[in-house]
């Protein structure tokens, strides 16, 4: 089994913590995407940003992705 690609995803407010920013760390492996069940809750989008690892870029979100969804980074 091999980590082929590493996604992090910023939301506002998601169902589950509607009263803060979260970032979410996703794994593309072996050709199936896994959610990390672990993730960092944050007060605001520059603290989230914080937490992204450095030398990632962003990707705005797409206007079909979940509206908590703020921004991606790969």
Do not use: K, Q
């Amino acid at each position: 089994m091999s980590e082929a690609l590493v996604i992090w995803v910023i939301l506002e407010r998601p169902r589950d913590f509607p009263h803060a920013y979260v970032v979410r760390r996703h794994a593309m492996v072996d050709g199936m995407m896994w959610a990390d069940p672990s993730c960092i809750i944050a007060p605001t989008l520059e603290a989230a940003r914080a937490a992204i690892p450095h030398g990632l870029t962003m990707i705005p979100r797409f206007e079909n992705d979940d509206p908590a969804i703020v921004e991606t980074w790969i």
